[in-house]
């Protein structure tokens, strides 16, 4: 499982088969069947090119992508949530993540041990009172996104909800990036050994992520000092334009 997690982060594309051949070549006489059941268990789509840690619940209401050619110009137009799969040397957990598409910033995240949607609403209620309400929020259409809990305190808040088609690699492709980066500077190197070995290891890393990890899509800047620079001139953009129409309340974050 270990093996097929690292290849599969290198080449999201492959199936049973090419993970087959990869695995014999490695040394491992193992069938396509069992690949198949692997892949499974560590909830990695095994005919499109996207992990799909979180199946569809056939009686959720699936929304449309919204994402399409949008231009994303600002801080909190768009967040995007995803699910993927973290070895330990004693098991597995997964862990989800929310991030704003425009600065890459990490805005919340947990870890469990199964595919419940709980730890999903976690995140998302931390993530919305500490940085208020994005334009959009994208995900797959796992169903711990379609779950009621979780689109109901997003239609609370007046967020459109945008999913991703099925079967398409890179819709949320910012997420994506995020667990590259996750697994290849973290997870891979660390080897935690249990869940609360690794939680405490990715709240380093993310912060170190946030705060410190020059990105060269941002111009060599970190996610942090682009969502706060940005975020303050919207917001004065924002208070300016408020006293100008005599407005008194206005909604952060959902301007674009």
Not at 49 to 73: F, G
Not at 221 to 249: H, M, Q, W
């Amino acid at each position: 499982m270990n093996l097929l997690d690292e290849e599969y982060t290198k080449h999201p594309f492959y199936g049973a088969r090419r993970m087959k051949q990869f695995l014999r070549g490695k040394g491992y006489l193992v069938g396509r069947k069992h690949i198949s059941s692997l892949l499974r268990k560590m909830g990695l789509e095994t005919i499109f090119p996207k992990s799909n840690l979180s199946w569809a619940n056939s009686q959720d209401k699936i929304y449309p992508y919204l994402l399409r050619d949008v231009d994303i110009k600002e801080p909190n137009q768009v967040w995007s949530a995803d699910i993927t799969y973290i070895r330990l040397t004693e098991g597995f957990v997964y862990l989800m993540a929310i991030i704003d598409w425009y600065s890459r910033y990490v805005l919340s995240w947990r870890i469990s041990n199964t595919l419940e949607s709980d730890f999903c609403v976690e995140a998302l209620n931390e993530a919305l009172v500490k940085y208020g309400n994005p334009a959009i929020f994208n995900s797959d259409q796992g169903s711990q996104f379609t779950s009621h809990d979780f689109t109901q305190k997003l239609l609370d808040k007046k967020v459109r909800i945008s999913m991703d088609g099925k079967g398409r690699a890179y819709d949320n492709i910012f997420v994506e990036r995020l667990w590259r980066s996750v697994k290849y500077e973290n997870i891979y190197i660390c080897e935690y050994r249990n869940i609360f070995e690794v939680r405490e290891g990715l709240d380093k890393y993310l912060k170190f992520y946030n705060e410190e990890r020059y990105h060269q899509s941002l111009n060599y800047k970190t996610p942090a000092e682009i969502y706060r620079s940005e975020r303050r001139a919207v917001d004065i953009f924002l208070e300016k334009d408020s006293k100008l129409s005599g407005c008194k309340n206005i909604e952060r974050g959902v301007l674009f």
